[in-house]
């Protein structure tokens, strides 16, 4: 169930886009693909963090850049976070390149966007708690 928003508020939420505030966040996010893993949409401070493109990141899939060791966490996590409403949230290592050999440890929130044609993405956002 969604939160109830004051009128106010949700009359600017309804205004707002979502493009704005994901590409203006101050931390990486990603949006991906639950199907496949496949990253398909990174802003600018995930590019920054993990040392690529926003074209490189979307070719790839979120495995490249996880630990070799939480790979398989990731995806189990990433299964239920599209069975939930609410975001899971649980610390990752993320390569600096990738399949690099440098990580850096991030909190990170797992939550599904649906859109209005009812298709559902991941939605990851990420701290750097290293």
Same mark, same amino acid.
Request: proline share 5%.
């Given at each position: ?6 009128? @106010? +508020? +949700? ?14 966040? @101050?931390?990486? =996010? @990603?949006? @991906?693909?639950?199907?496949?893993? $496949? ?6 401070? +995930?590019e920054h963090a993990l040392g690529a493109s926003r074209?490189?990141?979307?070719k790839m899939g979120i495995a490249a850049w996880l ?13 239920? +976070? ?8 649980? !610390?990752?290592?993320f390569a600096t390149q990738p399949e690099g050999s ?11 966007? $649906?859109?209005?044609?009812? !298709? ?5 956002? =990420?701290?750097?708690?290293?």
């Amino acid at each position: 169930m969604a939160p109830e928003f004051s009128p @106010l +508020a +949700a009359s600017w939420i309804q205004k707002a886009k979502y493009s704005d505030l994901f590409f203006r966040l @101050l931390e990486p =996010a @990603l949006l @991906l693909d639950p199907k496949t893993s $496949q990253i398909i949409e990174a802003n600018d401070s +995930a590019e920054h963090a993990l040392g690529a493109s926003r074209e490189t990141l979307v070719k790839m899939g979120i495995a490249a850049w996880l630990h070799p060791e939480e790979r398989e966490t990731f995806s189990q996590q990433l299964r239920i +976070a599209m069975r939930r409403y609410h975001p899971r949230e649980i !610390e990752f290592r993320f390569a600096t390149q990738p399949e690099g050999s440098e990580f850096r440890l991030y909190r990170v929130a797992l939550g599904q966007i $649906q859109g209005e044609d009812g !298709e559902a993405v991941v939605q990851v956002l =990420a701290h750097d708690i290293t």
